[in-house]
Nanobody
Framework: QVQLVESGGGSVQAGGSLRLSCAPS??????????MGWFRQTPGKEREGVGV???????YYADSLKGRFTISQDNAKNTLYLQMNSLKPEDTAMYYC???????????????????????WGRGTQVTVSS
């Protein structure tokens, strides 16, 4: 069973930056990396999509996060990244990495609603932004 492991979370002041990383626990990248992404969730709220990236490196973001968040991938390292700049207190959440997102969901924007058939999830990394 593939496990995704996130890292890079922490506490930062508003206006600061963080970079999250996500890597699979074993080399099974092929087949799950056609569309990968980041999601986040705060207590009492639904999980929401942050953005996704396809195997060609094309990225799609939640409208509210465009310009501040950037998703990238290093195929040589089998690692997915989320660069977060100009962080705001409302960005405070548990951030999750996901893989095996269906291509239909990837390209149509349906990923934002967190499809139930996403293949793989990490355990999350906490990001806390203080004002």
């Amino acid at each position: 069973q593939v496990q995704l492991v996130e890292s890079g979370g922490g506490s930062v002041q508003a206006g600061g930056s963080l970079r999250l990383s996500c890597a699979p626990s074993e080399y099974t990248y092929e087949g799950i990396s056609s569309c990968m992404g980041w999601f986040r969730q705060t207590p009492g709220k639904e999980r929401e999509g942050v953005g996704v990236i396809d195997s060609d490196g094309t990225t799609y973001y939640a409208d509210s996060l465009k310009g501040r968040f950037t998703i990238s991938q290093d195929n040589a390292k089998n690692t997915l990244y989320l660069q977060m700049n100009s962080l705001k207190p409302e960005d405070t959440a548990m951030y999750y990495c996901a893989a095996g997102i269906g291509l239909y969901d990837c390209y149509t924007g349906s990923w934002a609603a967190v499809p139930s058939d996403i293949g793989y999830w990490g355990r999350g990394t906490q990001v806390t932004v203080s004002s």
